[in-house]
């Protein structure tokens, strides 16, 4: 028994070093340094033709359902060294993606959850299908100032904003 309880605490006093080591613990009661907190770095494409370019959704075609694209707010997408956004709606939609060939993979997403079917009706429809349709983004295409994103459900239609 005493050697089941000694093997325990070895195996603690392991696992509590670890914790220390990978957040920052110390031994003066909490006024050591600060945690280094971490970050999600994306991995940027080379080239990008993608990279600083901004577009406005213009269709969201899909298989299961065409959710309607509201007149206001417009609805736009941003990348910006394999980071990618929509914005202008209620919420903020992102992730990171990535170039190879013709195909995009996100490998990230958050989105921000305020219900805005009171002062936007439909906004939170599309975000919410933008949202789901993100993680499964196939190819793009780019034809002068639209550019295409096939998903597995459909495809979304943007056309490209100048800043």
Same mark, same amino acid.
């Given at each position: 028994?005493?050697?089941?309880?000694?093997?325990?605490?070895?195996?603690?006093?392991?696992?509590?070093?670890?914790?220390?080591?990978?957040?920052?613990?110390?031994?003066?009661?909490?006024?050591?340094?600060?945690?280094?907190?971490?970050?999600?770095?994306?991995?940027?494409?080379?080239?990008?033709?993608?990279?600083?370019?901004?577009?406005?959704?213009?269709?969201?075609?899909?298989?299961?359902?065409?959710?309607?694209?509201?007149? %206001?707010?417009?609805?736009?997408?941003?990348?910006?060294?394999?980071?990618?956004?929509?914005?202008?709606?209620?919420?903020?939609?992102?992730?990171?993606?990535?170039?190879?060939?013709?195909?995009?993979?996100?490998?990230?997403?958050?989105?921000? %959850?305020?219900?805005?079917?009171?002062?936007?009706?439909?906004?939170?429809?599309?975000?919410?299908?933008?949202?789901?349709?993100?993680?499964?983004?196939?190819?793009?295409?780019?034809?002068?100032? %639209?550019?295409?994103?096939?998903?597995?459900?459909?495809?979304?239609?943007?056309?490209?904003?100048?800043?």
């Amino acid at each position: 028994m005493k050697r089941f309880i000694l093997v325990g605490f070895q195996l603690f006093a392991v696992a509590a070093g670890f914790l220390c080591l990978t957040v920052g613990c110390t031994t003066e009661g909490g006024t050591g340094t600060t945690p280094t907190r971490t970050y999600i770095v994306p991995v940027t494409s080379e080239p990008d033709p993608l990279d600083g370019t901004r577009w406005e959704l213009v269709a969201f075609e899909s298989e299961a359902r065409t959710p309607a694209i509201p007149e %206001q707010p417009r609805l736009f997408i941003a990348f910006n060294r394999g980071e990618l956004s929509l914005q202008g709606g209620c919420n903020v939609v992102s992730g990171h993606y990535r170039i190879e060939d013709n195909r995009i993979t996100i490998t990230f997403v958050e989105a921000t %959850q305020v219900d805005c079917s009171d002062s936007m009706p439909g906004i939170n429809e599309i975000e919410d299908a933008f949202s789901n349709a993100m993680p499964t983004f196939e190819s793009y295409m780019i034809d002068g100032d %639209q550019l295409r994103i096939r998903y597995a459900d459909g495809e979304l239609l943007f056309r490209r904003i100048s800043d």
